[in-house]
């Protein structure tokens, strides 16, 4: 009969609870088995008295098995096999109320549904901060979760759950913390790239919009690429021409950059660190008379629709939002279903080169020399 040949070795003086080790072997022996979904296993009692077990250790250890998704229970009937081809429900959790209509969260969610169309899997959104992570799953009984736009603050409670042996990926930004989980971009890698893209057009008086100060760590990490690779190509970085939008205040920042932008030594090529200032700074330049590319040179990250449609059409370095949602969304599965997980690195940017950016006119961008 099941676990009649299976002699489990609990080892007192491991660092890991006997329940755990008691877990691993069962699902060990399970698989090794190749025991059927559907396959009842003997009551709690039954497996305490031939394994020599307490009963209360054999119980916390079908309860693993069972949050793992390897077992399942049916009330007044037992415990058994379950279906490890099956996923019931997974949680879309952003920290703040996702917009449908943002380039980002549009294509993240869009990628998500069409990953797991007409699979008659619940994906539920819900907006949760990390400290409410173990209530939901409990509520609603998700099986994995996908986090979108991950905070630097948000690691250490994410490395907890995963590290518990919960399904769980994040989207957006990627940390070396989260390296096994994490899905998206560096973005500190792809803005040193668009500047240096910049700097062999010629341009040597390069500034960057920046975003709001409370903007997501996409944009601060951006700002400290850009940083970086002046600074590496020997270049002044004039803080002057690193404008932060504020969202509250829309008309602050714009004339900011107005005043940089009216000044004989202004900047000729600008970064546009979150897309959703792209419109702005566009009406800004003409609004001031100054020609794009001609006078000023513009890049911009991510890639949203209207992009392409601009007159001239922007330049930007895309994100491949599908396509590292759908490696997260893959990986997620794997975790799920205990199959074997594969690796995937950070995601290139894309250049789309179109009509905003030109090469360095010279006589209006003299080289910055270094001493």
Known sequence: MLFDDMSPLLDKDLNE???????RQIETYLKNQSVPTGTRLPSERRLAKRFGIAPVTVGRSLNELVRLGVL??????????????????????????????????????TAIHEYFWDSGIDLLSLVRHPDAYAATIHKYQLDGIIVLAVQKEFVPAIRRLRDSGFPIVTTGVTFPE?????????????ASQATNYLIRKGYRRIGILSGSRFESIDVSERERGFCKAMYEAGLPVDPDWIVHTESNEPGSWMAELRNVLLKPNRPTAILVACHNDTLLIYNLIREMNLRIPEDISLVGFDDPDYA???SPPLTVFAQPIREFTRQAVRQLENMI???PLETFGPSEAVLM???????????????????
């Not at 609870?17 to 877990?23: F, I, R, T, V």
């Not at 009330?75 to 920290?95: E, K, P, Q």
């Not at 989260?178 to 792809?190: I, K, W």
């Not at 179109?354 to 910055?368: I, L, T, V």
């Open 178 to 190: 989260l390296s096994d989980l994490g899905f998206g971009t560096d973005h500190h890698a792809v």
């Open 17 to 23: 609870p006997k329940y755990n080790q008691l877990a």
């Open 337 to 339: 279903l205990h199959r």
């Open 353 to 371: 080169e179109r009509g905003s950016c030109m090469n360095c006119n010279p006589d209006n961008n003299q080289p910055w020399e270094k001493k």
């Open 72 to 109: 399942e229970r049916k009330v007044g009937s037992g415990t058994y096999m379950a279906d490890h081809r099956r996923i019931h429900s997974i949680g879309i959790l952003c920290h703040e109320p996702p917009r449908i209509s943002d380039c980002y969260t549009g294509n993240v969610l």
């Open 308 to 310: 392409q449609h601009l």
